[in-house]
């Protein structure tokens, strides 16, 4: 017990260290970012300073932007980016796990992910747009393929990584195949899943703004993308910060949902 309330108390001392230290780079960039404007080392449309930042924020939230709220813009969004990915789970999750498991399945589907994987969003987005239209369709679409791939291919990989002592050991007990399928290889498997599902949710993010430059008037991507085109640094500025607190905000939620569901992971 002595040992274990040691363990315990120094994994509390590790963390605490950890959160000071996170709290001091976001501190030391904020003063960065204050000093390179006071000092005007660049010109303000390149890095506009904090305090124009935030009265960009408070503007846009009261009076919204090109006659959305920033809610809606987030909400539409938002609301894009979880759709494909909620398709992604459906889809990716179990395609990637029979393809780690039936060599046949993984012969069809790996040369198709092989392929598309490394083409830019933009290099299709025109065809999505021509096949499914400029409504949200198209951008949920572009979205989907993004995540698609990160999940399938964590997911294959858990399963072939798999040792094969477990599943044999399964089938020796008198497991059916779907019995080892549901309660060896899922769950052996869920700790890259997630890791391919934090990935997704990244990837897809990024390839959000590229999703609302086609015939959209609403969105935290497309609100960047037109502030652009005005030098508008500083809602860009608003925008970005935007993306990257809801982006760590999920990430955080994916990585509550796996400390629920994953609870050994990291222990031996």
């Not at 002595?2 to 030391?28: C, D, P, Q, W, Y």
């Not at 408070?58 to 709220?69: A, C, D, H, M, T």
């Not at 060896?184 to 700790?191: H, N, Q, S």
């Amino acid at each position: 017990m002595a040992k274990r309330r040691g363990f315990m108390h120094s994994v509390k001392n590790h963390m605490s260290v950890e959160r000071l230290l996170t709290l001091g780079t976001i501190l030391f960039l904020l003063l960065l970012w204050f000093g390179v404007t006071k000092l005007r080392l660049f010109p303000e449309i390149l890095v506009p300073s904090p305090q124009k930042v935030f009265s960009s924020f408070v503007r846009i939230l009261q009076e919204g932007y090109k006659g959305n709220s920033l809610f809606t813009h987030l909400r539409d969004s938002l609301l894009r980016l979880l759709i494909s990915f909620l398709l992604v789970i459906v889809t990716a999750i179990p395609l990637g796990l029979l393809s780690g498991y039936n060599s046949k399945i993984r012969a069809i589907v790996d040369p198709l992910i092989e392929f598309y994987r490394p083409l830019p969003p933009l290099a299709y987005y025109t065809l999505l747009v021509l096949w499914m239209g400029i409504e949200d369709s198209s951008k949920i679409a572009l979205l989907y393929l993004a995540g698609f791939a990160p999940v399938y291919i964590a997911c294959e990989s858990g399963v072939r990584k798999l040792k094969r002592d477990y599943i044999d050991g399964a089938y020796t007990l008198g497991a059916s195949s779907r019995q080892v399928f549901f309660h060896v290889i899922f769950p052996a498997c869920l700790p890259d899943m997630f890791v391919g599902l934090r990935t997704a949710i990244g990837v897809s993010y990024t390839t959000l703004v590229a999703a609302e430059m086609v015939a959209a008037v609403t969105g935290i991507g497309w609100m960047v993308l037109d502030a652009s085109k005005f030098l508008r640094s500083d809602i860009i500025f608003v925008g970005i910060i935007i993306m990257g607190i809801t982006g760590i905000m999920i990430d955080a939620v994916l990585r509550a949902i796996e400390r629920r569901v994953v609870p050994w992971k990291g222990k031996e």
